[in-house]
C-alpha cells in the first residue's frame, strides 16, 4: 500500500514537472515571440529610411526566431519572410527574392490553401521579378496566375487586381506584342480604379508610341497629364513621370525633340525627388535623354561645323548613357563614359544591358566620324565600342542562364540578335583596321554565339548532368516534371483551338503548369548546389574554336559558315559574312549586299516549294535560274578556289536556311533557250553537302561512335480521308490522304537492312515511343502538320487508333523530352525541316527536336514530298549507305540517279531536292570495297607466308 502511494506521488511530480515544464517552454516562445516582433519593428523603421541591409538583417534575426519557436511553416513567419523577399527584391537579389517569395507561398498554402486569395499578391511579387529580369514571358505566368485567385471582395483586393492587370499590360509590351497591350487595355480600363487608370495609360502610351499610333498615344498622354500634373501625391506623381518619360520617347521616334526634352527634364525633377538615383524609372529617363541626344541632327552649316556639332551631341549623350548604367547599379558611381561598368554590379538588368548597347552604338558613331581625320582616335573609339559590345554579348548570357524555360530564352535570341550582329561588325571594323588574327577569330566567335543559342544551351545541359555526376533517378525525376509540363501545355494550346475554349479547365492547366514549373526550379537549384560540376558545366559560355574544328576536319572536307545581315530597307545595304575554313587554312570574306539578294532567296525558295508543278511557266523558270545563279555568285564564287573536289558542311543563317545550296547553278542560263531542268549546272553536280545549326553543336555535342542493339525501325501509318485534322499552318481542317508510296518505301529499305517494320493499324505513337530508343537508325514515312505560330506542336501523324495513352499526333515538344540512341533520323515526311524563322536561334523545326533527343543525323524535307520520287529516291538512297558512302555523298548520288533516269517533268528541282542532311554524315556502313581490299591484302599475306616457307624448306634441303 505504501509503495502504491509513492508510486502516485512519484507520478504526480513528474506531471508536475512535465506541466511546468511546457509552462516554461510557453514562456520561453512568448518572451522570443515578442522579441522578434520588437526585431520585426525595427526593421520595418529601417526600411522606410531606406537602411536596407540594416533593415534585411532585422527581419532575419525575426524570421530565425519565429521558425525556431514557432515552426518553419507557421503562418506568423509570413510577415518577416514577406518583408525580406521586398527588401532582396529592391535591392536587385532577384535570386534571393524569388527563393523567399517561394517561401512564403509555401507557408500560405500549408496554412491556409492552395487557393489562399492572398497568394495571389505574392504570384503577383514573383512576377515583378522574373520582369525585372528581363523575363516576360515567365512574368505572364505569375500574373495570370495570380489573377484566378484573386477575388474583388474588399477595396483593396480590386486595387491588387488592377495592378496585376496593369502589370500584365506592361509584360506584353516587354514582348512586343503591342496589339495584345492594347486590346486587353481598352477592357482593363473600364473595370479599374482612378490610379490604376493612370498606369494603365502608360501601358497603353508606350504600346501606341512603338506602333507609331501618334495620335492615340497623345491621348492617353493627354488624359494623364492634364488629372496629374497639379497633383501633390507620390504615387501620382510618379505616373506623372512616368507618362512624361514614355511620351517623350515616342516624341524623339518621330523627331520632335525640342518638347521631348521639356518632358523630359520635367520627368527627371519628379523621379530624383521620390525616387532617387537608383531607380529603374530614373535609368530609362536617362537612356531617353541619351537617345534624344543621340538623333539630334544639328542645323545645316558647313561639314566641318556640322561633324564638331554632331560629335558634342553625341558626347553628350554618351554622358546621359553612362548615367542609365549607374542609376541601374548598386554601387558603381564613375561617370566617365570610358569606364566601363561590372556587370554583377547591375540590379536592373533590362535597363543596364540598354545602356550598354547604346554607349556602344554611340562611340561606333563618334568613330565614323572621327576616324577620317585622325585614325588613332578613330580607333580608340572603335575599341571602346567593340569593348561595349562585348560587355553587352556577357550580360546577354548571363540573363540566359537565369532563364529556366525555353520560350523565354528563345525570345532573348530575338530580342537580341541585333546585338551579335552589330558585336560581329565592330570586330570586322577592328580587323579591317589593325589585320590583328585575334579579332578575325572574335567575328568567328560571335558568329557561333549568335547561331541556336538556346537550342546550344539545352544540348549543353544535356551533357552537364553526365559530366556533374547527377544520378539517374533526379533526372528521371526532372523528366516527369518536363514531360507533365509538355502535356499541360499542349492541353492548352489545343483547348485555345476550339470555338468556345473552357476557360476554367484552362485556369486549372495554368495553375498546374505553375506549380511545376516552381518544382522544376527547385530541382534545377538543387542541381546548382549540390553538383558543382554540373553547374560550372552548364554555364560555360564557350563555343567552338578555329583550331579545334581543323583538328576535326578531313581533308577532304570544308566547313563553310555565313552570317546575313539583311539590309534594313530598299535603300540600305546590309552584310554578308563568310566564313571558309580548310584543314589547314581559313579565311573570311565580307560583302555588301542589297534587297536584291534577299529577293533572290525569296524567288528560290519560292520556285522550289511549289507544288504545281505542271504550271510552270517559261518566266517562273528565267527568274529561278536567274536567282540561284546570281546566290551562287555571292555565296560561293568568293571561295571557288579553295572549295573545288571539296565535301562542304554548310552553317546557314537568317533566310539562307531555306534553301537546299544544291539547287544553286554555278552557269548562267541562257533566257533563249528552253525549259531543260535536267541541263542545269546545279551545284549538286559539283559538291555534296551537308548542313548544321551551329559548328559547335556539330563538331562538340553529339556523340557519333555510339550503335543501338539493333539495326532500323521502321513507320508507315495509314490515313483515312474522312478524318479531319487541324493543319495549324492555315489554320484549316483537311483530310490526309493514304501514302502508298511510304509503305513501298520502307518495304524497299527492309530488302536491303535488317528492318523493323510498323505499317497501317501497327504505325502508332505509343509503338513509337516504346521502341524508338533501341534502334541505331529511324525512318518515319508519314504525314506532318506544321505549326508555324508555335512550332512546338507541329506533329508527326501516325496511325489513328484508341490509344489511352497517346493521340497518335507526336508533337516536337514530346521528341524533346525523349532519349534516342540512333545514329540517323530520316524524316521521310512532308516539311520535317521547315518551321517558323526565328531570329538568333533559326528555322524551329520537327528536325530539331530529333537532334536534342540526342540524333547526331537527321534526314529532313525542306517542302512537301512527291510521294513516288521520294520512296525511289530514298531506296537508292538507303542503297548507296549499305555500300559504305557518307550519308551526304549518299543524298548525292540518289538524287543525280534520279536526275539521270527522270523525263522533263520529273526533272524539276521539286521532286528531288527537298532531301537534306543535317548534322554527323560520316558512313553507317564500311563499303564492300574496303572487305574486298581487306580479303586482297589477307589473302596475298597468305600466299607470301607459304612461298616463304617453300623457300626456307628448299634451303634446308640445300644444305643437307
Known sequence: MHFFFTKILFCGVLLLCGLNSEAQKDSITRVKYNESTQLFSLGNKLYKKQQWAEAISAYQQSYDLRAKYLGQHHKRTLFPLLKLAQAYSLLGNNRKALELYTEAQLVSEKNYGKDYPSIGRILNEMGVIHKNMGNPD???????????????????????????????????????????????????????????????????????????????????????????????????????????????????MNNHGKEALKYLDLSEIIFLDILGYRHSSTSSLYINKGAFYQRLKPKKQSLKGFEQAKIKSLKTALKYYQKAAIAASETFDTEDPTIHPPIGDSYDNIHFLTAIKRKAEVFTELADIVVKNDEQEGMWYYQLAFENYEIAAELIHFLRIGYLDRESKLFLAENESTTYQRTIQSAYTMYKYTEHDSYLKKVFEYSEKSKSATFLSAVRDIEAKAFGGIPDTLINQEDDIKQELSFYKEQIFTENQQQSPDTEKIRHWNSRILELDQAYSELTRFFESQYPKYYSFKYLDKVIKIKEIQKQLKGHQALVEFILHEPDNEEDNGQLYTFLINKNSYQLVEQDIDSSFVNHIKDTKNFLINSSVRKTKKKDFNRYCTAAYSLYKTLFSPISKQIKGKELIIVPDSKLSYIPFEALISKAHDPSEGMNFASLDYLIKDYSFSYSYSSTLHFDYFNKDREAQKDLIAFSPQYNPDIKNLNSKSNTWSSLFPLSGAKEEVQAISEQIDTEEYIDALATETQFKKSASQYDILHLAMHTLVNDSVPMYSKLVFTDTKDSLNDNLLNTEEIYNMHLKARMAVLSACNTGTGKLHRGEGVMSLARGFLYAGCPSIVMTLWEVDDKSGAQIMNNFYAYLKDGKSKNEALRLAKLEHLKNADSFKAHPYFWLSYVIVGDSTPLYHANELYFFIFLIAALLVWLGYEYRISRKKKCQVKK
Open 138 to 252: 515567365k512574368a505572364l505566368t505569375y500574373y495570370e496566375n495570380a489573377l484566378t485567385l484573386l477575388r474583388p471582395d474588399s477595396a483593396n483586393r480590386a486595387n491588387l487586381i488592377t495592378n496585376v492587370k496593369t502589370n500584365i499590360l506592361f509584360a506584353f509590351n516587354d514582348k512586343n506584342e503591342y496589339n495584345q497591350t492594347i486590346r486587353l487595355g481598352k477592357i482593363y480600363l473600364s473595370q479599374a480604379s482612378r490610379y490604376a487608370q493612370f498606369q494603365m495609360n502608360n501601358a497603353l502610351i508606350r504600346a501606341y508610341s512603338n506602333i507609331k499610333q501618334v495620335d492615340s498615344a497623345q491621348k492617353f498622354f493627354n488624359a494623364n497629364y492634364n488629372t496629374l500634373k497639379t497633383s501633390k501625391q507620390r504615387n501620382t506623381r510618379i505616373e506623372l513621370g512616368n507618362s512624361l518619360n514614355n511620351f517623350a520617347l515616342l516624341l524623339i
